[in-house]
């Protein structure tokens, strides 16, 4: 693990480099030997391990060879290789995974290795069920890798995309693939995927949804179907892991047919090849479940099981665990940035580490509940910090809900997978197994929504950082050994350890409470649009505009600055300001105020005749948020700090009239210690003639550029005026011609630097009071001007 964050955050060698340093410490560790210098020899046997971590992770970050697939980035030509998986048909569109063979560009032929991802378009059922696992395929193509997240938190699908050594993608039509090669129809993926599909539609036949969504999720991993509602309301019980396979599905898998196969022989020496059956299956399992880190963990600790079954040797859950990590970041490294490998390891080290002593410590209760409760404790603990990193929330319900759900889940899962066994065979009895199945699921999904339904279920937090997450876990593990030791301390041992606890805690507190707080301002990527927070110290929150997208029905409120500003730990909005009511400023705004408290709204007065107008209209009034309509001169003092000017619009402007939304943009001046921030809105150069007449001081170190980056904004008089060190440009993909050229140029002349949201994704600025610390998601390294 060691090797793999060091190769990760500092790719000081390449491939071919570690490769050379490997064989070097071989070296040693051969001289060490023959030498007998056991302390070496061991140091040198650690610093291989690293070094491999090291091998391994620049291999899938970089894989060597010029003739990888991944060097072959914006390139168009057709493609060649062997389809290895077929991904879930979503809607219209269908996901193929190729190994590549060959590439060819303009009748210049390269042999390549390493996989890709095709999306199908227009994918109807016949082409559907041409392409299978194991057929050589040709394919015009244009190679690209995966988009990157827009903002800080967001899904990275290149990274997930690479956890799967697949490095590029190209969507094409599907006139544009064609099988060159059929492939025995009996090979190992198309058989999985055979089996997968029948899976799926057995499942389809027995169960209506969203019952069927669930059981597929919870047997064959796939989570396509269920709604987005139902994942809310797990998260929010805490019982999300009931959708990852992991040990209670391969644990009553192994059970059921352990059950099964003693029917036919009960001969206790017999066991070893029951056991050996039983891993085989399971490995089959986790291979038509896509071998996901979960289910694989479960898996790989069974047949560590069964082979220290075999071997006559005790077996032990610890080794069992890190061996099974050790295996899965041996075959890809970079599942130690996966949140299921995370998780699934993380929550099962701590049931080990921590449900025996919570059991041994609640002795008074009945042997169920005590059991059930120490299981559930344990891992409530150990995912606590990991939930609010992965999804800024922490389910306080989670302990109990899962004393609750648990039993029921086990019942659906055994009856379930019974029902889809007997639909082979006995199609009658199936359909009465799933009639019991259906009733427990509505059981399950009614207790779900009554749990997460519950005042105080959850709670939204801020992202944690990396070393608190690592202190919390060292203070976990320092109380747990603490207490269950306790009793055999002498005076001075309790007294050394409550010490080194205090210290622990003191740590903890003053990083979490004292560290400096500087002023930030996000500029987050929501597209063409604006949307900008401002956190000033003293926990004071500002929002400008929300973003939206008027030409299509994403909802960019909701997918995209509520989830920041929940991983801000964003609970309730000073100010928020609307510069002006069109959409890609306004639409953003109706789920933040309906979801998350504000205290003000401060708009320009413009009225808009549109339903999405009257409806930010209706939130306000409903929810009896204060509404204040401003203009020029007024000043909204923050704190002793911070203040903002009102620059824009006067009150002689027409602020009814459409035609002229963007000159009454409001227009803000942030003025912060030494610091001087200007936000323009979508003001064009009649109203920066108009701002300059009023003689007021503009000049601003940073500048957010005016209707991202149009030509009929940002004058060079305008430009000279406000002086900025910095421009930073709000802008998506668009037919407008945003940012113009000629702005470009003017901007490149004027500012040290220009940042786009659309180049960088989102943009955040640090400052203290004098200098700023610029940071950006797709350049990750801090700026100081």
């Known amino acids: 693990m060691l090797g793999i964050l060091l190769c990760s955050n500092f790719n000081i060698f390449n491939f071919?480099?570690?490769?050379?340093?490997?064989?070097?410490?071989?070296?040693?560790?051969?001289?060490?030997?023959?030498?007998?210098?056991?302390?070496?020899?061991?140091?040198?046997?650690?610093?291989?391990?690293?070094?491999?971590?090291?091998?391994?992770?620049?291999?899938?970050?970089?894989?060597?060879?010029?003739?990888?697939?991944?060097?072959?980035?914006?390139?168009?030509?057709?493609?060649?290789?062997?389809?290895?998986?077929?991904?879930?048909?979503?809607?219209?569109?269908?996901?193929?995974?190729?190994?590549?063979?060959?590439?060819?560009?303009?009748?210049?032929?390269?042999?390549?290795?390493?996989?890709?991802?095709?999306?199908?378009?227009?994918?109807?059922?016949?082409?559907?069920?041409?392409?299978?696992?194991?057929?050589?395929?040709?394919?015009?193509?244009?190679?690209?890798?995966?988009?990157?997240?827009?903002?800080?938190?967001?899904?990275?699908?290149?990274?997930?995309?690479?956890?799967?050594?697949?490095?590029?993608?190209?969507?094409?039509?599907?006139?544009?693939?064609?099988?060159?090669?059929?492939?025995?129809?009996?090979?190992?993926?198309?058989?999985l995927y055979i089996i997968k599909e029948k899976i799926n539609q057995k499942i389809d036949l027995l169960y209506a949804p969203p019952n069927s969504s669930l059981i597929k999720a919870m047997i064959i991993g796939?989570?396509?179907?269920?709604?987005?509602?139902?994942?809310?309301?797990?998260?929010?019980?805490?019982?999300?892991?009931?959708?990852?396979?992991?040990?209670l599905h391969v644990g009553l898998i192994a059970l059921f047919l352990m059950f099964i196969l003693n029917l036919f022989n009960k001969n206790p020496q017999r066991n070893i090849y029951k056991h050996l059956i039983v891993t085989i299956v399971l490995i089959g399992y986790a291979a038509i479940?896509?071998?996901?880190?979960?289910?694989?963990?479960?898996?790989?600790?069974?047949?560590?099981?069964?082979?220290?079954?075999?071997?006559?040797?005790?077996?032990?859950?610890?080794?069992?665990?890190?061996?099974?990590?050790?295996?899965?970041?041996?075959?890809?490294?970079?599942?130690?940035?996966?949140?299921?490998?995370?998780?699934?390891?993380?929550?099962?080290?701590?049931?080990?580490?921590?449900?025996?002593?919570?059991e041994e410590k609640t002795y008074i209760l009945p042997d169920y509940f005590k059991k059930s409760l120490s299981l559930s404790l344990a891992a409530w603990l150990g995912l606590l910090p990991l939930s609010a990193y992965f999804f800024y929330k922490i389910s306080i319900i989670a302990i109990f809900s899962n004393l609750i759900i648990i039993p029921i889940i086990s019942i659906i899962l055994t009856l379930s997978i019974i029902s889809i066994l007997f639909s082979f065979f006995i199609p009658q009895l199936a359909i009465f197994i799933s009639w019991f199945v259906n009733l427990f699921s509505n059981v399950f999904l009614a207790v779900s929504e009554f749990l997460s339904?519950?005042?105080?279920?959850?709670?939204?937090?801020?992202?944690?950082?990396?070393?608190?997450?690592?202190?919390?876990?060292?203070?976990?593990?320092?109380?747990?050994?603490?207490?269950?030791?306790?009793?055999?301390?002498?005076?001075?041992?309790?007294?050394?350890?409550?010490?080194?606890?205090?210290?622990?805690?003191?740590?903890?507190?003053?990083?979490?409470?004292?560290?400096?707080?500087?002023?930030?301002?996000?500029?987050?990527?929501?597209?063409?649009?604006?949307?900008?927070?401002?956190?000033?110290p003293q926990n004071k929150i500002i929002l400008i505009d929300g973003g939206g997208t008027p030409f299509n029905d994403f909802d960019v409120g909701k997918n995209i600055v509520i989830p920041y500003l929940r991983k801000e730990g964003i609970k309730k909005i000073d100010i928020v300001f609307l510069t002006h009511p069109d959409l890609d400023h306004l639409e953003g705004l109706l789920p933040i105020l309906k979801e998350i408290k504000v205290k003000t709204v401060i708009d320009n007065g413009n009225f808009y005749d549109n339903t999405i107008f009257k409806e930010y209209i209706s939130i306000i009034r409903n929810k009896k948020i204060f509404h204040y309509q401003t203009n020029f001169d007024d000043i909204i003092k923050i704190n002793s700090s911070a203040e903002l000017f009102v620059l824009n619009p006067t009150k002689t402007d027409n602020k009814n009239n459409e035609t002229d939304f963007n000159n009454n943009s409001i227009v803000l001046k942030l003025k912060y210690k030494d610091s001087r921030?200007?936000?323009?809105?979508?003001?064009?150069?009649?109203?920066?003639?108009?701002?300059?007449?009023?003689?007021?001081?503009?000049?601003?170190?940073?500048?957010?550029?005016?209707?991202?980056?149009?030509?009929?904004?940002?004058?060079?008089?305008?430009?000279?005026?406000?002086?900025?060190?910095?421009?930073?440009?709000?802008?998506?993909?668009?037919?407008?011609?945003?940012?113009?050229?000629?702005?470009?140029?003017?901007?490149?002349?004027?500012?040290?630097?220009?940042?786009?949201?659309?180049?960088?994704?989102?943009?955040?600025?640090?400052?203290?009071?004098s200098n700023y610390y610029i940071n950006t998601l797709r350049k990750n390294n801090e700026k100081k001007y």
């Not at 299921?340 to 025996?356: A, D, H, M, Y």
């Not at 990396?466 to 007294?495: A, G, H, R, V």
């Open 16 to 191: 071919s480099e570690l490769f050379f340093i490997f064989i070097i410490n071989l070296t040693f560790i051969f001289i060490a030997f023959f030498l007998k210098k056991t302390r070496l020899l061991n140091y040198l046997i650690l610093l291989s391990f690293v070094i491999i971590g090291m091998i391994n992770s620049s291999y899938n970050l970089n894989p060597p060879g010029k003739n990888h697939i991944s060097n072959f980035s914006e390139k168009e030509g057709i493609v060649k290789g062997s389809v290895y998986k077929v991904g879930n048909k979503i809607n219209s569109s269908q996901e193929l995974y190729i190994k590549t063979k060959e590439f060819l560009i303009n009748s210049k032929k390269y042999s390549t290795s390493g996989n890709i991802q095709l999306t199908v378009v227009n994918a109807d059922n016949k082409f559907t069920d041409t392409i299978n696992p194991g057929d050589e395929i040709f394919a015009e193509v244009f190679l690209k890798k995966p988009d990157l997240p827009n903002n800080f938190g967001e899904f990275n699908y290149r990274e997930y995309l690479k956890r799967q050594k697949v490095y590029l993608t190209s969507f094409i039509d599907n006139n544009q693939i064609g099988v060159h090669k059929k492939g025995n129809k009996f090979n190992y993926a198309n058989v």
């Open 453 to 536: 339904s519950i005042p105080f279920a959850y709670q939204y937090v801020a992202k944690p950082k990396i070393y608190s997450i690592i202190l919390y876990y060292i203070l976990l593990f320092f109380i747990f050994t603490m207490l269950y030791s306790w009793p055999d301390y002498n005076f001075y041992e309790k007294k050394k350890r409550l010490q080194v606890l205090v210290t622990i805690l003191i740590v903890f507190i003053a990083i979490n409470i004292f560290s400096p707080s500087a002023l930030s301002v996000h500029f987050i990527n929501v597209g063409q649009g604006d949307c900008i927070l401002i956190k000033i």
């Open 289 to 358: 479940a896509g071998f996901r880190p979960s289910v694989s963990r479960a898996v790989i600790m069974f047949s560590i099981f069964v082979f220290a079954k075999y071997l006559n040797r005790p077996y032990h859950l610890f080794n069992s665990l890190y061996l099974s990590a050790l295996l899965l970041l041996l075959w890809q490294p970079l599942y130690l940035f996966d949140s299921g490998f995370l998780l699934s390891f993380v929550i099962t080290f701590f049931i080990v580490l921590l449900s025996p002593i919570i």
């Open 222 to 247: 796939n989570r396509n179907n269920i709604a987005g509602e139902w994942l809310d309301i797990f998260q929010d019980a805490g019982i999300m892991h009931i959708l990852a396979i992991s040990g």
């Open 677 to 769: 921030f200007l936000f323009t809105g979508d003001i064009e150069k009649e109203s920066e003639f108009k701002i300059l007449d009023l003689n007021i001081p503009i000049k601003s170190d940073i500048l957010k550029v005016a209707h991202h980056g149009s030509n009929s904004s940002t004058a060079d008089l305008f430009l000279e005026q406000v002086n900025p060190k910095v421009a930073i440009i709000s802008v998506g993909s668009n037919s407008f011609g945003h940012p113009h050229e000629n702005v470009l140029n003017k901007l490149d002349q004027q500012c040290k630097e220009i940042y786009r949201t659309d180049i960088t994704g989102t943009i955040i600025i640090k400052t203290y009071g």
